[in-house]
């Protein structure tokens, strides 16, 4: 059972009266200011996770290890990430579990990345753009630590030149035109693999549907999309929230088959 209490270096997310998240990494000597005064962090280190403390104006803070949906809204990114809303049911679809050999491509910050690699995977990862794949490197680290690093490769290459992996469990892109990556997926994933792509755009779908049609080796082939819609919850008042979540992307999955 991980200790409860906080120590330097972590991450720890701060949680203020109106609900609003500050993600903090713990270093001695620092302190975290707002416009409610400042906290010192050789406060927070070594107290219990779950504490309210107050600032130098009195402003109160509760101080929990932040979740991965936390990290992911909250982290370093220059591409826009998949949201926690889709990445669950990512990890359903693609089927990640521990030892599953993975291709991504298109890691982006790398919220995809931590997700899978948390659940076990072996991924490679294919980004075209450096400064990228810079980033997703050191989420990853920043977040599940570096004994992760020996799971997770990201080289400098375009998934749309081909795939060099063979025999692999799962093929997942976040990529503009995912279609074209199909026939390099043929050969890349073992019978049975999963293939599974997030489009933002349903005209990427129809064209990424068409192309596993064509294949003729993809099998079970579907899209979704996930809504998330909160509720507000005041004693009688009960009621949908006024916003919601909606429309991010389009999920698509199929299996590889031997025809």
């Not at 680290?141 to 690093?149: H, N």
């Not at 064509?214 to 919850?233: M, P, S």
């Amino acid at each position: 059972m991980a200790d409860s209490r906080l120590a330097a270096g972590e991450m720890v997310l701060l949680l203020d009266s109106k609900s609003r998240r500050y993600l903090v990494t713990l270093t001695p000597g620092k302190e975290f200011h707002s416009h409610s005064g400042y906290v010192s962090h050789e406060e927070l280190i070594g107290i219990d996770e779950g504490t309210t403390i107050r600032s130098t104006r009195g402003a109160t803070y509760t101080v929990l290890r932040p979740t991965l949906s936390d990290f992911v809204l909250k982290m370093p990114r220059g591409a826009q990430v998949i949201y926690p809303k889709d990445l669950g049911p990512l990890l359903m679809l693609a089927d990640i579990s521990p030892g599953t050999r993975v291709l991504e491509s298109g890691v982006g910050s790398g919220a995809l990345s931590m997700a899978m690699l948390r659940a076990g995977a072996d991924i490679v990862g294919y980004e075209l753009r450096e400064d990228f794949a810079a980033r997703a490197i050191g989420n990853v680290e920043r977040f599940l630590g570096p004994e992760v690093m020996a799971r997770y490769r990201v080289e400098l290459r375009d998934a749309y030149e081909g795939v060099d992996e063979v025999d692999l469990d799962r093929i997942v892109l976040d990529l503009p035109e995912p279609w074209q990556v199909v026939p390099a997926a043929v050969d890349a994933l073992r019978p049975g693999g999963i293939f599974v792509a997030y489009s933002p755009s349903v005209v990427q779908v129809m064209q990424l549907r068409d192309a596993l049609e064509k294949a003729g080796t993809f099998a079970l082939c579907e899209t979704v999309e996930v809504l998330n819609r909160g509720w507000h919850v005041e004693g009688q008042a009960v009621r949908p929230d006024h916003r919601m979540v909606a429309h991010t992307g389009f999920l698509t999955s199929a299996r590889r088959v031997v025809t």
